[in-house]
């Protein structure tokens, strides 16, 4: 089992900044990828970044040059920098991680941290 946890989110005007923290526990030796999707009112759940232990990184189209995920292994703590914030970026934003374990991949989620960007 993994346990996520955001912080960070909040009210920012557009062309702003925020930066999204997550912290992992439990069994954290065998996490492989952690990321961050958002959902907006009425939306489906879209990726926004993800990164593997390894460093891979990728980035949804709609964000790229304007946010940053990085991710310090050691301590399992997921961040996600967001800059030129615009309104279209406001939605839950979730903390995402999987294990993969002989071949399967299983899934965790925070709880949610909710962004919104007025204009």
């Known amino acids: 089992q993994v346990n996520l946890v955001e912080s960070g989110g909040g009210l920012v005007q557009a062309g702003g900044s925020l930066r999204l923290s997550c912290e992992a526990s439990?069994?954290?030796?065998?996490?492989?990828?952690m990321g961050w999707y958002r959902q907006a009112p009425g939306e489906q759940r879209e990726l926004v970044a993800i990164?593997?232990?390894?460093?891979?990184?990728n980035y949804a189209d709609s964000v790229k040059g304007r946010f940053t995920i990085s991710r310090r292994n050691a301590k399992n703590t997921l961040y996600l920098q967001m800059d030129s914030l615009k309104p279209g970026d406001t939605a839950v934003y979730y903390c995402?991680?999987?294990?993969?374990?002989?071949?399967?991949?299983?899934?965790?989620w925070g709880q949610g941290t909710q962004v919104t960007v007025s204009s």
């Open positions: 995402y991680s999987d294990r993969k374990i002989m071949g399967q991949t299983y899934p965790y």
């Open positions: 439990g069994s954290i030796f065998s996490i492989n990828a």
């Open positions: 990164i593997t232990r390894g460093g891979t990184v």
